[in-house]
């Protein structure tokens, strides 16, 4: 059995597609770089995070949390041997005029390299791309709506693009107000099979009202008929009318028999054998807090086509499954992401993220052998350049922990740990200059909702001449750090495993878990919580920490607790 989510922590609004006897699926990614994550599988069982999209297309710098990259579509055309990428850029949610910028990219190979971006519009989000069996090919997207007496976000437009003029043909056309009640229409991809035009949609909103629902119409520009039942997946079964309710979140809908909420925004992809799988976004909150630090993370169900030509849960339900069964597939590991890194690579691991630019600006594996040297930049509730390195977080019961080589020289310069929301939600474990103290100390600060906390009380002076191990350990619904000094082997390196946790030491108060979340976070939303190491240099801009292992051990089958 496949045992959901199948990519855990932050991993939203997946596309899958196919090419030959691989599957491709990709996810959205927002503020973080490098953007749209690519997963790569053989058996729809095992996954490996293989390649991203997008590396230096965009400039993201400036852009406020839970903007960015919202919502790849990724397709394969057989014809023409090439995949595309549809995506937006969100610039500003500002006053609901949402200004977004949608692209178009293409690549022979899903590795790439990726074609120069063409614009398409910028006529609402979640656009996608249909390339049709003659040719043409139609972009479809949730023109948003911003005029007051209107149903909001907006309704589903198509338009038909043009490959040898690189742009839309006309203006974009409205065709679908969804096929449920729920309001909140979003999502759309464009499908064709059997002479008919699948039009897959998100309806609900991304929150606990959400499902997958489908429409069907035998020309691309409608008209459309809806499901007669209304919706393929969710995790909540109702019948309601949200149209008039514009918010995406609903608690309200909350199912306590689930453990996976939120489901909805899917795609699927048809197997060669004639199986049929369903990829959608869900979340495992904290309850009762109704908190996901987990982000929205993807999932995956076994559907079928019925003989009348809509698609239906293979269990014969319709709620979102825990448990599904695998594909009549050849098993076909994967490699996985690894837990330790000792830096040993010449090539920093694919796995690392930072906010709104590319990692490789302030982090070298080649400067000092066996290390990660991140150079220090803005503070860390700056939108431009910031220095973090970090990890998506992918359980509530994990231990991080890493070694710093660091040495401060004024109280511009700090480097450290850190389990981060966004530029306005973090915890830093430090090391940094103290003038009271006249040389190396460690404390906390903590960023709640914007308003910064310097934990004094945690202040506690170091030897400069020592490694620092730091450790961040996240138990449910609490988290604390620790600290202590490195004890070197005979080479004069850590090894692997050989921290003596009893050497360590606590310091600070506990943290609750659940307020690094879309749902606390006053600033962000649509994310999850990170987990990394970080340095800063107000100063110049100069200064550099050096990190000698980063090890995140994460117990990946326990569930977000549950009262």
């Known amino acids: 059995m496949i045992k959901n989510p199948i990519f855990k922590g932050f991993n939203p609004d997946p596309c ?28 729809l069982v095992h996954w490996e995070l293989l390649t991203h999209v997008i590396t230096n297309q965009v400039d993201l ?17 057989e014809a023409e041997d090439c995949f595309y990428v549809v995506y937006g850029v969100m610039q500003s949610m500002n006053s609901r005029y949402f200004d977004v910028d949608n692209y178009l990219i293409s690549a022979k190979d899903i590795c790439g390299p990726w074609s120069e971006p063409v614009y398409l519009h910028s006529d609402g989000f979640d656009a996608s791309l249909l390339s049709d069996d003659d040719g043409k090919k139609y972009i479809v997207s949730l023109e948003w709506e911003f005029r007051e007496g209107y149903e909001k976000p907006g309704v589903i437009a198509v338009c038909e693009y043009d490959p040898e003029k690189k742009q839309i043909v006309g203006y974009p056309q409205r065709i679908w107000k969804g096929s449920t009640n729920r309001g909140c229409i979003e999502a759309p991809h464009l499908t064709k099979r059997n002479g008919y035009y699948y039009l897959m949609c998100a309806e609900g909103g ?64 048809d197997l060669p054998n004639g199986e049929t799988y369903l990829v959608h976004l869900t979340s495992r909150p904290f309850v009762p807090e109704l908190r996901c630090t987990l982000g929205r993370e993807t999932a995956i169900q076994k559907v079928k086509w019925t003989e009348d030509g809509w698609l239906r849960m293979a269990d ?7 448990e599904v069964e695998e594909p009549n597939l050849p098993p076909c590991p994967m490699p996985e992401t690894p837990s330790f890194d000792d830096f040993d690579s010449d090539k920093l691991g694919n796995f690392y993220y930072a906010p709104r630019i590319m990692p490789e600006i302030f982090a070298s594996v080649t400067a000092r052998k066996g290390y990660v040297r991140l150079r220090g930049q803005e503070s860390r509730t700056s939108l431009h350049n910031v220095s973090i390195l970090a990890r998506k977080l992918t359980s509530v019961y994990a231990t991080v922990t890493t070694s710093v080589d660091f040495h401060p020289e004024v109280y511009h310069h700090s480097a450290g740990l850190i389990i981060y929301y966004d530029n306005q939600n973090y915890v830093n474990l430090r090391k940094y200059y103290s003038e009271t103290l006249g040389g190396s100390a460690l404390s906390i600060i903590q960023l709640e909702n914007g308003t910064k906390t310097e934990m004094l009380d945690t202040r506690v002076a170091v030897d400069d001449s020592k490694e620092i191990i730091m450790r961040l350990v996240i138990d449910g619904r609490k988290l ?5 000094y490195k004890v070197a082997d005979g080479s004069g390196d850590q ?13 600070g108060p506990d943290f609750e878990t659940s307020k690094y979340s879309d749902e606390y976070c ?29 090890d995140y051990d994460a117990d990946e089958d326990r569930e977000v607790p549950r009262v």
């Open 16 to 43: 899958i597609c196919r090419k030959g006897d691989d599957y491709y699926c990709a996810v959205s990614s927002f503020e973080w770089m490098p953007g749209i994550p690519v997963y790569h599988s053989k058996d």
């Open 61 to 77: 710098r400036r852009l406020p949390s839970a903007k960015g990259i919202w919502a790849p579509c990724l397709t394969y055309n």
């Open 206 to 269: 991304t929150g606990y009202n959400h499902c997958v629902t489908l429409a069907r119409a035998k020309n691309p520009f409608g008209p459309y008929e809806a499901d007669p039942e209304g919706y393929v997946v969710s995790s909540v079964i109702n019948e309601s009318n949200e149209r008039a309710d514009p918010d995406h979140l609903k608690p309200k809908y909350f199912n306590p028999d689930s453990v996976l909420q939120k489901s909805g925004h899917g795609s699927y992809v």
């Open 316 to 322: 014969g339900g319709k709620l979102a499954q825990l």
């Open 480 to 484: 604390h750090f620790e600290w202590g």
């Open 495 to 507: 090894e692997q495993g050989k921290v003596d946790s009893k050497s360590l030491q606590r310091i």
């Open 522 to 550: 006053k600033f962000g939303e649509f994310t999850g919580a990170f987990v990394g190491i970080t340095c800063a240099d107000h100063l110049l801009h100069k200064h550099c920490a050096d990190f000698d292992f980063f």
